[in-house]
């Protein structure tokens, strides 16, 4: 498509930013709006695996981005007395840690970093309305002003207003039967470089993770009625979580002797974006706003980068809006979907046991699975496993 064209960008977290980078890079002009006041730099370990660390390659990104890694060393499993189960080292099969841990929110300073020099930032404001117009688009904002774009990316993430705009009938949203919730706690002189999981009565699921000097960060997830199928009387998220964490061990108690003070919850459903298309006119949706598969997949972030550097790879090398959102989607639904299968509302109940003897029947895993002798046989696997994720997706050359 032709160079001198404007293209928004709703939505400034990971891949809005990231394909800003592409775009700015082929010559477009681009704007892209962000809802929140400011940069969103809140959020807590993500993951960027596979073909995104290409990405992060490409765009010589690699040396910051290791520069913030988290450095976890690895996994513990620990009981409710916070004993250690098992332990799984950074490399161990089937443990949490992968080779790029970083904060969601260093890494999403690091895109905005890169960007912010040649690409046109509104804060404090949001889409409204969009209006196919000849040769473009129309997009109103939330103050009431309009302004014509080329293409409108919607990447304002898994609930996407602007998707909804255009594409409401086209998305659904698949419940996997549990709520999750981010946030950070103060870092106590006993938390170490390790990640420690706790699998407590109820199905409540906490990862306690190293989130820099000041602070440790929260992932827990718990089994919870479907959003549109709760009562009028559905309690707080801070009374979710509440209820979510009593009883439920040790870990558990530092988590509700910190919950009044902590400010910023990520929380809700997790719930896959699943959209029939990807795109309705000169209107296309990237990263969660597309395909979301939930951060239990620890694959939203690196979908994002490379959905990104497609997009923004096929606009550039299509004569037509048409022909680039139709290959983009072409190229990128395959591995969206795989990534959304390894998920399953019955995986989901596995993972979330509630009863103290499914908890000793995961404990009995854990210690089979980390064992020297498992992890060895694992390990004799690992080449063939290690070049199946290398291959998980093959970056087309733009
Ligand atoms: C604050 C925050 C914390 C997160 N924490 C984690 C985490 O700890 N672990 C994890 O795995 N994933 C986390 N995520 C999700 C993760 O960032 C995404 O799954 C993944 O990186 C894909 O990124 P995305 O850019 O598609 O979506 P997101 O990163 O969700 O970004 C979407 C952006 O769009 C903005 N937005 C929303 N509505 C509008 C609108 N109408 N107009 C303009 N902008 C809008 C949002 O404010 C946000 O900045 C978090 C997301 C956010 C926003």
Same mark, same amino acid.
């Given at each position: 498509?032709?160079?001198?064209?404007?293209?928004?960008?709703?939505?400034?977290?990971?891949?809005?930013?990231?394909?800003?980078?592409?775009?700015?890079?082929?010559?477009? $002009?681009?704007?892209?709006?962000?809802?929140?006041?400011?940069?969103?730099?809140?959020?807590?370990?993500?993951?960027?695996?596979?073909?995104? =660390?290409?990405?992060?390659?490409?765009?010589?990104?690699?040396?910051?981005?290791?520069?913030?890694?988290?450095?976890?060393?690895?996994?513990?499993?620990?009981?409710?007395?916070?004993?250690?189960?098992? *332990?799984?080292?950074?490399?161990?099969?089937?443990?949490?840690?992968?080779?790029?841990?970083?904060?969601?929110?260093?890494?999403?300073?690091?895109?905005?970093?890169?960007?912010?020099?040649?690409?046109?930032?509104?804060?404090?404001?949001?889409?409204?309305?969009?209006?196919?117009?000849? /040769?473009?688009?129309?997009?109103?904002?939330?103050?009431?002003?309009?302004?014509?774009?080329?293409?409108?990316?919607?990447?304002?993430?898994?609930?996407?207003?602007?998707?909804?705009?255009?594409?409401?009938?086209? !998305?659904?949203?698949?419940?996997?039967?549990?709520?999750?919730?981010?946030? /950070?706690?103060?870092?106590?002189?006993?938390?170490?470089?390790?990640?420690?999981?706790?699998?407590?009565?109820?199905?409540?699921? @906490? /990862?306690?993770?190293?989130?820099? &000097?000041?602070?440790?960060? *929260?992932?827990?997830?718990?089994?919870? +009625?479907?959003?549109?199928?709760?009562?009028?009387?559905?309690?707080?998220?801070?009374?979710?979580?509440?209820?979510?964490?009593?009883?439920?061990?040790?870990?558990?108690?530092?988590?509700?002797?910190?919950?009044?003070?902590?400010?910023?919850?990520?929380?809700?459903?997790?719930?896959? *974006?699943?959209?029939?298309?990807?795109?309705?006119?000169?209107?296309? &949706?990237?990263?969660?706003?597309?395909?979301?598969?939930?951060?239990?997949?620890?694959?939203? !972030?690196?979908?994002?980068?490379?959905?990104?550097?497609?997009? +923004?790879?096929? @606009?550039?090398?299509?004569? !037509?809006?048409?022909? +680039?959102?139709?290959?983009?989607?072409?190229?990128?639904?395959?591995?969206?979907?795989? $990534?959304?299968?390894?998920?399953?509302?019955?995986?989901?109940?596995?993972?979330? *046991?509630?009863?103290?003897?499914?908890?000793?029947?995961?404990?009995?895993? =854990?210690?089979?699975?980390? $064992?020297?002798? @498992?992890?060895?046989?694992? =390990?004799? /696997?690992?080449?063939?496993?290690?070049?199946?994720?290398?291959?998980?997706?093959?970056?087309?050359?733009?």
């Amino acid at each position: 498509m032709e160079q001198t064209k404007k293209i928004l960008i709703c939505g400034g977290g990971i891949a809005g930013p990231a394909c800003a980078w592409w775009l700015s890079r082929y010559g477009y $002009s681009v704007v892209l709006v962000e809802k929140a006041g400011a940069l969103r730099d809140g959020g807590q370990n993500v993951d960027v695996k596979g073909a995104a =660390q290409q990405v992060i390659k490409r765009m010589g990104l690699t040396e910051q981005v290791e520069a913030r890694d988290t450095l976890e060393c690895g996994q513990k499993w620990l009981d409710a007395a916070s004993k250690v189960v098992a *332990v799984f080292p950074k490399g161990s099969i089937g443990g949490l840690t992968c080779d790029f841990e970083i904060l969601r929110g260093d890494f999403a300073r690091i895109l905005f970093d890169a960007t912010r020099g040649t690409c046109d930032y509104r804060f404090g404001t949001s889409v409204s309305g969009v209006e196919e117009i000849e /040769n473009g688009v129309r997009a109103t904002f939330a103050n009431g002003t309009a302004e014509d774009f080329a293409l409108v990316i919607c990447a304002d993430g898994v609930s996407s207003p602007t998707r909804d705009l255009a594409l409401a009938a086209e !998305t659904r949203m698949r419940y996997l039967g549990a709520y999750m919730a981010f946030f /950070n706690i103060p870092r106590r002189p006993e938390d170490d470089f390790w990640a420690c999981s706790v699998n407590g009565i109820g199905g409540t699921m @906490i /990862n306690l993770r190293p989130g820099g &000097l000041t602070h440790t960060t *929260v992932l827990m997830t718990f089994p919870a +009625a479907e959003p549109g199928l709760r009562s009028p009387t559905t309690p707080s998220p801070r009374e979710m979580l509440r209820a979510a964490l009593v009883g439920r061990g040790k870990v558990a108690d530092r988590i509700i002797a910190e919950l009044d003070a902590v400010q910023d919850v990520y929380f809700g459903p997790m719930s896959q *974006v699943q959209a029939s298309t990807w795109s309705k006119g000169r209107l296309v &949706l990237l990263g969660d706003a597309a395909h979301c598969p939930t951060p239990f997949t620890g694959k939203g !972030t690196a979908l994002a980068l490379v959905g990104a550097y497609v997009l +923004a790879g096929e @606009i550039k090398r299509c004569a !037509t809006h048409t022909q +680039a959102f139709e290959a983009y989607e072409r190229i990128l639904r395959p591995y969206a979907e795989r $990534s959304q299968q390894e998920l399953s509302p019955r995986l989901i109940r596995l993972m979330h *046991v509630r009863t103290r003897f499914g908890i000793a029947i995961a404990h009995l895993l =854990q210690r089979c699975f980390g $064992s020297a002798l @498992i992890q060895s046989l694992l =390990q004799a /696997n690992a080449t063939s496993k290690a070049r199946r994720i290398d291959e998980d997706f093959t970056l087309p050359i733009y």
